[in-house]
């Protein structure tokens, strides 16, 4: 067992925390992080990253390697599961660039991941440390891990996902609330789907009657990977664990007889899996103490979206910024300033994101990629 005294300590290094770490480093605070993880797998998952986030990772030096890796969609493209009409058509692109300051890539989640990860310091990088304990004192916080290492740290910042151990500290134990939804996600070789002869577009939300829909994108610059995951109402999730296998059948039962892309992608399936997707209210209180909490601890939406570890990402950001402005020793000020900054926007994003009805139709979306973390006036 070992013991150790810190200043800050983030528990959790997924998309949040480990760009916390980075933020708070840059800014001049030796943040350590602590992950349960023994090592990370590149999940077969995408992500967007709108130009809100991709200003966050110019800051941090990323913006190129994640642009080199990723494709770089012309058009959210909107469209009738069955007949292919458009609804809507966001453009993005150039356009992006010019209007909201920054590319909209979309990109496998691991390859982001791998990207952030990679550029932090590994001397404060701590794998296998999954919090079990935590007790406020005077002047610090105590943290248990189930390796027996005791760390004491002066702030906590919870990065720790949905069942956020720090949210369970603050506010109890209360499970997150199935929300009725699971989605499906699958990686497809472009190479099957081009023997089709049919057009993939770079990025495009199918929809169906009551908001049933399956989002399909590239996630390389060559576009020679795509990817696709889905919103479908379900019955009450009963397995006990994070995800299930599905099947092509199940795709063809949900999605088949569609449109002729849409029946290609289910043809071109080979391994899909099955993800719920949980939810909780707002939380009546982002920090308390010495504690405080960010991105899906905090703030866990429906993914549709895309903007829930964008909304992880800015509120690194924010933080970083606070503490900077403060120092650590005016924590107080620092969480508050922090909470009053990214409430009301990660609440809208959470309720509309909830709604799924993000871009169906023709709308404005400068609300969210125009935002800019890095210069958004702290609420003092
Ligand atoms: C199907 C789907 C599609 C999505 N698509 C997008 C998208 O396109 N764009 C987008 O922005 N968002 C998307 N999201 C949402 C996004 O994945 C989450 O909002 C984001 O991962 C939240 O980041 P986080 O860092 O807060 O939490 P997480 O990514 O959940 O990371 C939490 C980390 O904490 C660690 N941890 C947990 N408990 C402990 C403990 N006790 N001790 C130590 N470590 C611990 C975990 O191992 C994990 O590494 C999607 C989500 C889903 C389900």
Request: proline share 4%.
């Amino acid at each position: 067992m070992t013991e150790h005294h810190i200043d800050i300590a983030i528990i959790g290094a997924g998309l949040g925390g480990a760009a916390a770490m980075a933020l708070l480093h840059k800014a001049g605070f030796k943040a350590h992080t602590f992950e349960q993880a023994p090592v990370f797998d590149r999940l077969g998952a995408g992500i967007h990253i709108g130009p809100n986030v991709m200003k966050i990772f110019r800051e941090l030096g990323l913006e190129d390697t994640l642009c080199n890796i990723g494709a770089h969609p012309d058009y959210w493209f909107s469209r009738d599961g069955n007949t292919g009409d458009y609804r809507s058509k966001i453009e993005l692109g150039d356009f992006a660039k010019s209007e909201y300051g920054a590319a909209y890539v979309t990109i496998h989640r691991g390859d982001m991941h791998a990207t952030q990860i990679s550029a932090l310091p590994q001397d404060y990088l701590h794998y296998d440390h999954c919090l079990t304990q935590l007790e406020e004192r005077e002047n610090d916080v105590k943290l248990t891990f189930a390796n027996g290492n005791i760390v004491y740290a002066k702030l906590v910042v919870g990065a720790d996902g949905i069942n956020s151990k720090i949210r369970e500290e603050l506010l109890g134990v209360e499970k997150p609330r199935f929300s009725g939804w699971v989605g499906h996600r699958c990686l497809v070789d472009m190479n099957k789907l081009a023997a089709s002869g049919l057009d993939f577009e770079t990025c495009t939300k199918w929809w169906w009657d009551r908001s049933k829909h399956i989002m399909a994108y590239a996630t390389k610059n060559d576009e020679s990977e795509y990817y696709y995951v889905t919103g479908v109402p379900d019955e009450p999730w009963e397995h006990d664990t994070t995800w299930v296998e599905s099947s092509r059948d199940e795709m063809n039962a949900t999605f088949g007889g569609s449109h002729p892309v849409v029946n290609a992608l289910i043809d071109a399936t080979t391994s899909v899996t099955k993800w719920p997707f949980w939810n909780r209210d707002p939380l009546s209180l982002w920090s308390q103490g010495r504690l405080c909490l960010l991105g899906d601890a905090c703030h866990p939406m429906r993914p549709h979206m895309a903007q829930g570890a964008g909304m992880a990402i800015e509120d690194a950001a924010v933080l970083a910024r606070c503490l900077s402005a403060t120092g650590i020793e005016d924590y107080t000020s620092a969480f508050g300033i922090y909470e009053n900054t990214r409430r009301e926007r990660a609440t809208t994003v959470q309720t509309v994101s909830n709604k799924n009805t993000w871009l169906k139709n023709p709308e404005d979306p400068a609300w969210v990629y125009g935002y800019n973390p890095l210069t958004v006036p702290l609420a003092g």
